[in-house]
């Protein structure tokens, strides 16, 4: 009978989809967020101001946007997908234009009363533009070089404007991305490795080519956050808070390294570290599992799709989540050079917390219709 | 065939979404490797560097043992520096709080330049110091005022003070900070490296200053990231300095001092049994405040420059010819050998032949015929002359340094010189030549070879009187409180069985006698210096030591009287004595640099000396009782 529904591309009604709606989802999100007011909480030394209480009113607006996104028909979605690309595109050049300058790089854009970082949108609709655009195309043309010209450019294009900032990271974040969709779209595997196997190396031997400050330059762009020897000093101190903590941790707001000042940046892409300081490795691996089950959530939300868009759109938006964790965790533990990226629904900040939800608004709304079949183009 | 390629695509999605979760579990696992390496492996490294970290620890300097004279007073002590700080990030404006400062103090002790720049150079919480050294009025007033003052915080330091001015600067020193080769050569300890913390630079503050210094407590405090303390873990207290007791009387060395006031000289007061030195002053002095506080350039140079030497102690580095003042030793050395006895008769014309070489008494008219005691009563030149040429300069020499002349007598403070007894030996070691008999004849009259300190002459002078016992002079009776480790007990505290020397009473009584008479006697050289209160009478011997050889021409032309001569080429004026006669208990030496003669300028010194210390009589008074004020921390700040 929904498949009926499906062919015959008939609107449900409102309540059976907040019926419908992933309540479970719903929940891990609001438990992952609780914890990272707890620590905002902590870093003001046990006060909610001003902090705590800010992000809560943030993650409040952002989980009725995510609703809002979660209850609108995928169709749309799939409709809005390239205009939405095309207005993120407009809004990078526009950063370029009369971007004004922040956190030492130009990625933000001054639109009256709030700012906005174009990248961050990007980071959605670019998954959502690609989606739509192997949603369309047959597995036999996924295998052609000549259907991939055009996503390649839409990767590249927003990933270079973004270079230009310089946001090295969100630059990769952006490749690596879209890379997912390429990846379960069913881009033969060993362009991958031609992609990745040239790169890498054309890379490291251009670099050997440049002068010293050329290749400073290129450091200081790869890492504009801070000099060596500061991110040196950041992440031992990173590795302090952390290793101090041990297994159980030194206690709800008793983290020396945090509270003495000595971890750096402990709000935003350091709050890994704080926690694990606090809560010990068992805080750590309890943050983790959280988060596994809601990537298991994203998986499981794309098998159960019917159409091929929300399968790629679930496990493209997944992917990004769980880009966003790696990196993070792995530059606070020392494993990783340092970029900034912040830790997902824990660091504190508005736009990064929007984009989540909005992704999650995705991954649910692709829940909500699962059972649509939609035709691609061709 | 469109179903196909749905399913197709489905099938291919499932595999590699699979592949990618696959993958994703692989990264996560690695994470959670990562936490359990730092947090579970090497925990306790961290743990350890985050103890590092956070743990400050801050040293507390003791209060230094205070100096006080025998009956208590202070000497040396430590005075509360009420001092103002600026902490800039509690002020709403530095020059604000300026300002209004500006009301309580002199404006123009505030250096605001210098502040300005210590606020710039500094973190905000670092206190940068105003002004110090405010009355205790300022101070209230500032304090009552603090509420209209942001930032100002008041601070109480403690800052070695001499109350006593010069007056005890040669014995006591000075503190000062430490310096590199302080740091290299003192034994470590950890307060050295204060910067604001002063050691002991001379005298009794340098010979005693462990003892003084205390062991500085330690204070564990935790700090964040800017080096603001946060809490305070644990404290160990630490144990102030042990008091130093002296054996002066404070208000004997006033007295000294201003007796030989204007002057370049030295006298030294000593207990004949005991070897407490009572008085020992040296003039001109300096303020050792001076030094304390830090001393200007110019201040320096004056002192250096002055050919009066302030600096120097002369009552223990002054080197001397001792003059006649030699002659008891030069008497004893033929008695005890004896080559004489003390009715030996010596004709004295003037002056004696030695081949070709004249040798002169003091008096042109010579003195006719004198026996031993009218030898010393007259200081007869040439009495001596012929006593020591039958004696020997050896025999002279082994008597002086029984004495105590010719070595250190290792006194507790530093800058004490040995003087000189020249042997034959010596003279063939240095010099190379074998000695000569004209040079015994020089050696006679303490001409010559020989020097000595004021400080060996008043314990040569105090072994006479006290019968021959090797008395040995010390400046501190005692320390309080339990001595802390690397501490320096005070010399001679048990007052031992003193060596004897081991001289014939006979003889000894003969010398006396001859002091006695040089004093007490109608022809005696200091018979106007006589002490006129029965029963204290003094008994003594002037000097009067040569500066530079007088000249044939200037015998013929007549000698120059010393008035009549530049300053620096006037004769050391000496004198030593002891009283009471009949029951000696104290001793004197006195030396007038350039005095001119020793009857008229240093035994009235000394005439003056005795009897202020016989009526102030120190030793018959209680000193200060180390039981009752001494237990350590009970005393006051």
Redesign the interface.
Known sequence: MLRELGEKNVQMPLTRKIWDMNWGFVLLICATASIGFLMLYSAANGHLEPWASRQMMRFGAGLILMFVVALTDIRIWLNLAYPLYAVAIVLLGAVEVMGVIGMGARRWVDLGPFQLQPSEIMKIALILALARYFHNI???DVRKIRWLIAPILMVLAPAALVLRQPDLGTALMLMAGAG?VF????VRLWKFALVIGTAIPAGFFAFQFLHDYQKNRVLTFLNPESDPLGAGYHIL?S?????????FGKGLLLG??S????LPEMRTDFIFSML?EEF??VG??LL?SL??LL?AYG?AI??RSRN?FG??LA?GMT?IF?LYI?IN??MV?G?VPVVGVPLPLISYGGTAMLTLLIGFGLIMSVYIHRDLDIPGKR | MAGDQHKEKGRIFTRRSLMMAGGQAVLMSALAGRLYYLQVIHSDEYTMMADENRMNLQLLTPLRGRIVDRFGAEIASNRQNYRVVLIPEQTKSVEETLDALAQYVDAQEIDRERIFKDTKRKRGFVPIPVVDNLSWEQFARINVNSPSLPGIQMDVGSTRTYPYGDLFAHIVGYVGAVSERDLQTLEFDPLLELPEFRIGKSGIEKYYDRTLRGKAGLSRVEANAYGRTIRELNRQEGIPGNDAVLTIDKELQQFSAKRLDGESAAAVVIDIHSGDILAMASVPSFDPNAFANGISSKQWKALVEDEKHPLGNKAIGGQYPPGSTFKMIVALAALEAGVITPDHQVFCAGYTQLGNHRFHCWKRGGHGTLDLVGGITHSCDIYFYDIARKAGVDRIAAMANRFGLGEKLNIDILGERGGLIPTKDWKLAVQGVPWQLGETYNVGIGQGYVLATPLQLAVMTARLANGGKAVRPRLVRSVTGTPLEGAVAPLNTVAAETEEIGINPKNLKVVLKGMYEVVNGKRGTARSAKITVEGWEMAGKTGTAQVRRISRKERIDGVLKSDEKPWEERDHALFVGFAPFDDPRYAVAVIVEHGGSGSHTAAPIARDLLQETLRLDPLRRPSYDIAKHGAPGARDA
């Open positions: 047959g597995l036999e997912i990846f379960v779209a069913g101190q590795k302090i808070a952390l290793g101090s903590g041990g297994v020396t390294q509270h003495l000042n000595y694990a010990g490795m750590g691996l983790f988060y596994i990537i998986y794309a098998y091929h399968k790629l496990i992917g769980f790696f965790v792995a533990m494993m």
